[in-house]
């Protein structure tokens, strides 16, 4: 009975000292100034990573709407320069690309007339050179080539109110110069008849002249 008391006082001191050593030892490296501190490392949030949008998933393109629109400020702008072969190719390409567009056939329409407004302004071009040239020949006097170049104009220019001002204004000067010749004529028939007369009356008095020389010469052969 004495023996078990003592034990358990044994095991009681032995308790008491294995603490009182890991506390010492606790606190020794608790403030020991090797003793590396321990960092609390906070964990980061990673992004997922989205994947590239597939084809389906991009936004469409537009409609086509602003490549028409550059097409017909193009179309527009050969038009107005007139250069009928880059409109007629920029038009065959719009209506490839964009059939059924109402915009391009009121801009076909619009280069045919510019087409037929060019070639009307050429051709009165031309009929003005050849009314230039009528006038020119008229005023030498050659109306057969002035009325030749009139003809010509007016193939060029069918009813073009500048051949009728020049056909009236050279058959004005032919007129005149008409009636010109006809005065001169007149005055040198005139001339030429006065001229006629006078030789016909020297040539009769130098025949009374010598008509009367020989009856004196006859008379004094009498005496």
Do not use: C
């Not at 506390?23 to 403030?31: K, L, P, Q, S, T």
């Not at 107005?80 to 390409?93: E, K, P, S």
């Not at 058959?171 to 001229?195: F, I, K, N, P, T």
């Not at 007369?197 to 006859?218: H, N, P």
Request: aromatic share 6%; glycine share 6%; no cysteine.
């Amino acid at each position: 009975m004495a023996a078990s008391g003592n034990n358990s006082v044994l095991y009681a001191i032995m308790v008491g000292l294995a603490t009182v050593v890991a506390g010492g030892a606790y606190y020794i490296v608790a403030n020991s100034p090797h003793t590396p501190e321990t960092k609390v490392v906070t964990p980061v949030a990673i992004p997922a990573q989205t994947a590239p949008p597939t084809a389906s998933t991009q936004p469409l393109p537009p409609s086509g709407d602003a490549d028409s629109s550059a097409l017909a400020e193009s179309i527009n702008r050969s038009i107005a320069t007139g250069d009928f072969t880059n409109a007629d190719r920029f038009l065959a390409d719009a209506n490839q690309r964009y059939s059924g567009n109402a915009v391009w056939p009121s801009l076909q329409q619009k280069l045919a007339k510019a087409r037929v407004e060019r070639e009307v302004q050429l051709r009165q071009a031309e009929a003005r050179r050849l009314i230039t040239e009528a006038r020119h020949y008229a005023q030498v006097g050659d109306f057969g080539d002035a009325e030749s170049m009139l003809q010509e104009a007016g193939r060029q220019a069918p009813k073009f109110p500048e051949i009728a001002l020049a056909s009236n204004d050279i058959a004005l000067l032919s007129a005149e110069r008409g009636e010109r010749y006809r005065e001169r004529y007149q005055y040198e028939a005139a001339v030429d008849q006065a001229l006629t007369f006078a030789t016909a009356g020297k040539k009769s008095a130098s025949d009374d002249v010598r008509s009367i020389a020989r009856e004196r010469g006859q008379y004094k052969v009498v005496l």
